[in-house]
T-cell receptor
């Protein structure tokens, strides 16, 4: 498709389980971002990938969170040993130019940890 | 993480009214942006501002980049029902060109 694609759109899991969230950016976009949005809140930066540079992981809240990106395509956000406070919508965005702030967002993956 | 302060938090207005919201930061930004988020979707870029003092319009939307580089405002004129959503400001500073800091959001409701 033409836009950023995320899967799954909804995920319900039990506390302590691991989850993987996937993001397919817009073709040709070199920059990819993950944000977390808790209910009624703004967007919290998690991690940023730009080409082959080392990712900016400064927003990851704990070592239970990690993300990978294959070249300039798909990215996977992994949350290990999920906790109830991890419940949120996880938004992925891509950009063709990291210096303009013009991000294109996916619809998000809603994670519910019971 | 750091967030920008937006006000008001929510607004209930009648169709046809003008709307104004603003965003303030303790940090200087080189770029200010305004995004809109509708239910079940990711935010969509409305306006981008790259120079202090800049005033930019996009249809019924007008945004300004504050002279101090620590604030921005967004105006919507003659609101219509499809303006409903959450409006987020976002700032981007030097040295962190890739990382946007988002505001807390302004939820807009438009009644007929």
């Amino acid at each position: 498709g033409a836009g950023v694609s995320q899967s799954p759109s909804n995920k319900v899991t039990e506390k302590g389980k691991d989850v993987e969230l996937r993001c397919d950016p817009i073709s040709g976009h070199t920059a990819l971002y993950w944000y977390r949005q808790r209910l009624g809140q703004g967007l919290e930066f998690l991690i940023y990938f730009q080409g082959n540079s080392a990712p900016d992981k400064s927003g990851l809240p704990s070592d239970r969170f990690s993300a990978e990106r294959t070249g300039e395509s798909v990215s996977t956000l992994t949350i290990q040993r999920t906790q109830q406070e991890d419940s949120a919508v996880y938004l992925c965005a891509s950009s063709s130019d990291s210096y303009t702030g013009e991000l294109f967002f996916g619809e998000g993956s809603r994670l519910t940890v019971l | 993480g750091q967030q920008l302060n937006q006000s008001p938090q929510s607004m209930f207005i009648q169709e046809g009214e003008d709307v104004s919201m603003n965003c303030t930061s303790s940090s200087i930004f080189n770029t200010w942006l305004w995004y809109k988020q509708e239910p079940g979707e990711g935010p969509v870029l409305l306006i981008a501002l790259y120079k202090a003092g800049e005033l930019t319009s996009n249809g019924r939307l007008t945004a300004q980049f504050g002279i101090t580089r620590k604030d921005s405002f967004l105006n919507i004129s003659a609101s219509i029902p499809s303006d409903v959503g959450i409006y987020f400001c976002a700032g981007q500073g030097t040295g962190t060109a890739s990382k946007l800091t988002f505001g807390t959001g302004t939820r807009l409701q438009v009644t007929l």
